[in-house]
Each structure stands twice: as C-alpha cells, then as structure tokens.
C-alpha cells in the first residue's frame, strides 16, 4: 500500500493529450493533486487536431467558444479556426499551464488492470513499460480512432489510399482522378480542399448529409485590438455564441415545445442553401437527405455544395451507387461500374462507439469492459462504470453533443474527478477509491435511453451516434443540464472502499 505521508496521493495517470486529457490534469492541478501523468501514444500532444491535418480542416464551432474557459484568445483569426491555428493554440495554452511537463509521448497503453486487494491500477504499454496509479482517466475520446470500411479488395488498389486523418501530405493530387469515400464532417470539408487541384474527383455517397451556411468571417485587427482593451468582449461572445448553441441542443434533445419548429427553419435554411448553390436540378435531387434532420450531425459549409456542382466533380449515390469492392484500378460500385480512379481517400469518419478501442481494461473479480460494454458502452454520467473503481472517462459515452462545444462537457467531466481525487486526498476521505453504485449507474442508463428515444437521433437513420440498438455516444441534454449535474459529486451515489 502506498505511503501517502511520503508520496503524493493519490496518482493518477491520464490516457490521452489532446484536449480532453490535457484539461482533466489541469483540473487535477487546480485542486492540490500533483502526481499526475499523461500518457500519449503518439509523439505529441494534440488528440484529433495533431490527427487531421487534411486540407481545409477547421471546427465547425467557432473558436471563441470551442476553447478552454481558462485560456481565453483574443487572438483568434476567424470565428471558424482552422486545425494549424486550434492546434497552436492548445499547445501554447498547455505549456503556459506547465501541463506539457507531464505529458509522455510515444506511450501507446494497451491494458489497464484493477488490483482490488492493493486497490490500484496497473497501466501497461506497448512495449511492456507499466505504471500504477489510484485513479485512472481515460481522455482517448470518440474519434480518435479512423475507420475504413472493410470492402473486397482493399489492399489490391494500385494507387495511394488513405483515410483523411492519415492524411497523406506526400501524394501529390495535382490533376489526378481522386475518389473521396463518404460524404462526413470531414469529407464536407476536404472535397472543396482538393477540388481545385484533382483532375477530376469522384464522391461516392451513401446518405447525403444536412448542410447549411457557416456564418464564418475574419477577425481584423480592430476586433484584436478591442478584445485586448475590453476583455468584456471576448467573454460577451462568447456567451452569446453558448447561448445559440445550447437552443441547438435542446432542440436536438426533443425535451422543448419549440424543436420541431427550430429544426423546421433549419432545414429551410438548408433548402435555400441547396438550391442557391447547385443549379442542376438532377445533382440537387442526389444531394437530398434520405432522413430526419438532426438524424446525423447538421454540416457547416459554404463550400461543399459548390465544389460537388463543379463540371469536373461526380455524385456517386443510390443503391446502385455503393461501393462494393476495390480494385487495382479503382472503386467498383453495385451496379457493376468500375470507376477508374489513380488515388482514393477514405472519409469514412472513426469508430466512435468503440470506447477505449485497443486498451484491454479489467475491473474487480476480471470482469472485461469491453464485454460489459458488449450490447453497447454506458457509464454514470458518462464518467463511471460499476465494478471499475477509480476509472474514469472524459468525453465516454453518452456526453457527444449535436451542437455546441465538446470541450465544455469535458471541462464539466475535468472537474467532476478533480474533486473525487481532492476528497480522496484529504484526511475526511472514506476510503482510497470509489466506485459507482450499480442501481445508480443502471437509474441513470434508463434515464438516456428513454429520453435519447424522443430525439432526432433516434428517427431510424444509419449514423455513428449508435451501436447496435442503443445510441451510445450522443448526451440529450443541454450543456448548462450537464453542468449542473457535474458541478458537485454526489457521494451518496458512490461507494468508497
């Protein structure tokens, strides 16, 4: 057992730096926990922006609120920041906080396992370097991890391929014939990337997504300046631009009178967006959504619609249009066509329900996480899982959001175990570690399920948020709901040992 009159206690090892981890061991700092370590599988630090470097890769929440509520930017250059700018910006906010000094990289985990007598954890990487530690976040997130179909043939093609968040800065596509593979967040903003560079491009589509507008623009330097000298301004909007958000969410939510009529104007919105753009009345017929808006993510983009009615440009949807094998020459639809093409580039999205992917995690009595999740991952508050004490997950199931800024769910989360580890830290402590209550945890999955039921979500279309017969990734609520229910631990719903 640890010496706690000697030794910093507890410790407490992270699993990811991205911004998702990074926050969590800052929140750790903040409340008097210094033994904490950050593991990060690759060689730096910036999760899903460090990933996607993919031509015109930007976040579809503006900046102003898509940032740490402790690192405020009055220096941002467009409402909708690219990924070089969003990925200079952690980093820089990370080392100014000193988090960076915490952070080893190259450490790919693969196993993390519960020793109930020692109450502790035991974290093995790759090459077999382990780590013990009281308390365990995972920050490996949702997307972290790029999925690429597993179609006939996909080794067999000739040519380059490769998923958008592999991108391969090395091919150069300069008049060639590029296939882009799905029709995503990513794949909205990488076509009109590409387009004016392929020779010619094909999109193969499986269900045309809901885009609208992005009311995106410059900041000057008179906004620099007037955020320099009146801070006010920065936070000014940066509420308001919450506030916008959270209507989005609770429409999305069903839980309000007035989502269908706010959904409603949306896909007005996006109806005006489609005809503006795209002329040709055959290509706007492809283009129409086969579901429910809200169903899938809504897209930002005032882009895509425009580079999809390019001369040079093919829509490839339709039954007939799915792509059912590769070949050395290119992508062979349903409908026997082979479509000749020299490079393809897959954007096909992550497999977001797949919670701690890689990581072999064993609680009490070697019970399997993965085999507890096996009907779909849930966890109280999307941070707990009865029979995993002192494991935690930021940004775990149910806490993705159809609108607004992720990062404020896991700030919420952040703080949920910087004040778990405090208390365990402190001479009132119950025990050296917690658990969930399973009556609790099962309470509370009932709760998401049932409301998530009433959701867009929910309406039958094929997306990421679900996984099998559960929607396992998406929170139903607002952000302002999460955060309350966060802010203060309720002890009564936890089991100290």
Sequence with gaps: MTDTTSTPWPRVVVIGAGFGGLGAARALLQRGITDVTVLERADEVGGVWRDNTYPGAACDVPSPLYSWSWALNDSWSRRYSGQPEILAYLRAAAEREGLLALVRTGVDVRSCVHDAEGRTWRVTAADGTTYDADLVVSAVGQLSNPLVPRVPGLDTFAGPAFHSAQWRHDVDLRG??????????????????????????????????????????????????????????????????????????????????????????????????????????????RLVPDHEIGCKRILFSNDWYRALAREHVDVVTGDGGAVVGIEPGGVRTADGVLHEVDAIVWGTGFAATGFLAGIEVTGTDGRDLHEVWADGARAHLGLTVPGFPGLFCI????????????????????????????????????????????????????????????????????????DGDRITTNWPGTVTEYQERTATVEWDDLVSS
């Design 395 to 466: 940004y775990g199931p149910n806490t993705n959001l159809g609108g607004s800024s992720i990062i404020a769910m896991m700030e919420a989360q952040a703080g949920y175990v910087a004040e778990v580890a405090a208390r365990l830290a402190s001479d009132e402590a119950p025990g050296r570690t917690v658990d969930v209550r399973p009556e609790v945890a099962d309470a509370y999955d009932r709760e998401m399920q049932s409301r998530l039921a009433a959701t867009p979500w929910a309406s039958g279309c094929a997306s990421w948020y679900v």
């Design 176 to 285: 060639r014939r590029v296939a882009v593979i799905g029709t995503g967040a990513s794949a909205v903003q990488l076509v009109p990337g590409i387009v004016e560079a392929a020779g010619s491009l094909t999109v193969f589509q499986r269900s045309a997504p809901y885009v609208v507008p992005k009311p995106d623009g410059e900041y000057r330097p008179v906004h620099h300046r007037a955020f320099a000298r009146w801070p006010g301004l920065l936070t000014a909007e940066r509420r308001a631009v919450f506030w916008l958000t959270e209507r989005l969410n609770a429409a999305l939510g069903g839980q309000v009178a007035w989502s269908p009529a706010l959904l409603g104007a949306m896909r007005t919105v996006w109806r005006l967006h489609l005809r503006r753009q795209v002329p040709d009345a055959d290509l706007r017929a």
